[in-house]
């Protein structure tokens, strides 16, 4: 581990040369690389050269310890074991900075959310999760746009589709995508019972427009009239914009902007988005034949969450979580929620790494 920090420590060094560097300076996509290899290098570096201080400190506090007397032996005795303690800190926290970074960190997400089992009350559930997600993304000082929203008569939604924007973004809503299932008394009920119904969550990291790149021979654009709720129309004009990758089959419209050229923009952010999630799912399919989608059948039997309005209770079925406070997760206030499905998954991969190999 020490030899791979001292290399590391080098390409820091070389990458703070480069921020100077003139040419780097020029070149803005370099610049950006770079700008992101000293981000991601800077707590690592940090904390090693904090390890080597306390290492130091731990050397000089043995050296005074054999000289040392009476009560002056006592003291070096608690600084010796207090450095111990620092270093045995730093070294665990080394050997999280060294896992292997997923490579979606630092990318906007793009997460779609529909209504799935359940009629109108599943697309009522639906834009519950959208307003808990809005209200947590701006708690946590993201940015978020919505790209496209189709509601539904109650006044929920049958989907909606907004990036959110953020060097955290990835990382603070990559566990949200599967079934969430919410049991409740739905207000179209008038016999008081609880009915239990669902909407399935997708996160998908933006692609970079250089990293997908889409052939104008394998589009099929159409257009049409958007319409609202009800389908009366919004406009005159042929706004809509319907993209279909023909070799994939994926389709996207947006029909929100009323601008054919925006709304098919927003189509192509989408497309570029759902592309990439798609090569990457091949490729973790190469490594686990068992890797299950993450919106799965949309069934209320297949959940990643439970939301339980009479209980006032969610539950996140990963990783065995409960909290009697749904009311306050509704609100936005995700953290505890989020921050346990980052430690667990920590706490696999350095079981992991740890293991036999």
Do not use: C
């Amino acid at each position: 581990m020490f030899e791979r920090l001292d290399d590391l420590v080098g390409e820091y060094d070389a990458v703070l040369s480069q921020l100077s560097d003139p040419a780097v300076i020029a070149d803005q996509r370099r610049l950006r690389e770079v700008s992101r290899r000293q981000h991601e290098l800077e707590p690592i570096v940090g904390a090693y050269r904090s390890y080597l201080t306390a290492q130091g400190d731990l050397e000089v506090a043995h050296d005074l310890f054999v000289g040392a007397e009476g009560d002056d032996r006592d003291v070096v005795s608690d600084e010796i074991a207090g450095a111990e303690k620092r270093l045995a800190e730093i070294e665990d926290e080394l050997k999280v900075l060294l896992l292997p970074k997923d490579p979606n960190d630092g990318r906007n997400v793009i997460v779609e959310i529909r209504g799935a089992e359940g009629g109108e009350e599943a697309n009522l559930f639906a834009r519950d999760l959208r307003d808990m997600y809005l209200r947590y993304t701006e708690r946590v000082g993201l940015k978020t746009e919505v790209l496209s929203s189709d509601p539904s008569p109650m006044g929920g939604v049958n989907e909606v589709t907004f990036v959110v924007k953020g060097h955290e973004a990835w990382t603070r809503l990559k566990h949200e995508g599967g079934p969430h299932r919410v049991q409740r008394v739905p207000v179209t009920e008038s016999q008081g019972r609880v009915h239990t119904s669902s909407a399935t969550v997708t996160v998908l990291p933006e692609a970079r427009e250089l990293e997908i790149q889409i052939e104008e021979k394998d589009l099929r654009v159409d257009v049409y009239r958007s319409t609202g709720p009800g389908g009366q129309s919004v406009n005159t004009t042929d706004s809509a914009v319907r993209v279909t990758h023909l070799p994939t089959g994926i389709v996207v419209s947006m029909q929100d902007e009323k601008s054919q050229i925006q709304n098919r923009a927003k189509a192509m952010q989408v497309l570029r988005a759902r592309l990439l999630k798609a090569e990457q799912d091949r490729q973790a399919a190469e490594l686990s034949k068992a890797r299950r989608s993450q919106v799965g059948g949309g069934g209320r039997s297949e959940k990643i969450r439970t939301y339980n309005y009479k209980e006032n209770r969610v539950t996140d079925h990963r990783i065995n979580l409960t909290l009697y406070k749904l009311d306050r997760v509704l609100l936005g206030e995700l953290d505890e929620i989020v921050d346990a499905l980052l430690e667990d998954e920590r706490a696999s991969q350095l079981a992991g790494a740890s293991g036999p190999g």
